[in-house]
Nanobody, 122 residues
Framework: QVQLVESGGGLVQAGGSLRLSCVVS????????MGWYRQAPGKQRELVATITSGGSTSYADSVKGRFTISRDNAKKTVYLQMNNLRPEDTAVYSC????????????????WGQGTQVTVSS
């Protein structure tokens, strides 16, 4: 059973920083791409950043230069370092992982965490 658990959210003032973590538990699979998404009240979920198993990254334009995604494959963990936070970054942040089971390498399985709240005050 694959589970994703996020941590690191909280309340911070504008200009501050937070570091989110997402740990993937379970066995019998490898993890390809991982990503962070966010959803603000009344808005659709949006992609924040992604990282491949090889370490290639991509970012939403709104967070480029402020956020950094990284991963530790041995720990099955993905991180999101968020600097210079703005009130518009307030949202529930969720991580996503693309898992490939060793018993069926042709099928991609996508899993989500429950999310962690990030609130940025002005």
């Amino acid at each position: 059973q694959v589970q994703l658990v996020e941590s690191g959210g909280g309340l911070v003032q504008a200009g501050g920083s937070l570091r989110l973590s997402c740990v993937v538990s379970g066995s019998g699979f490898s993890i390809n791409a991982m990503g962070w998404y966010r959803q603000a009240p009344g808005k659709q979920r949006e992609l924040v950043a992604t990282i491949t198993s090889g370490g290639s990254t991509s970012y939403a334009d709104s967070v480029k230069g402020r956020f950094t995604i990284s991963r530790d494959n041995a720990k099955k963990t993905v991180y999101l370092q968020m600097n210079n936070l703005r009130p518009e970054d307030t949202a529930v942040y969720s991580c996503n992982a693309e898992c490939i089971y060793y018993t069926n390498y042709l099928r991609k399985n996508f899993y989500w965490g429950q999310g962690t709240q990030v609130t940025v005050s002005s």
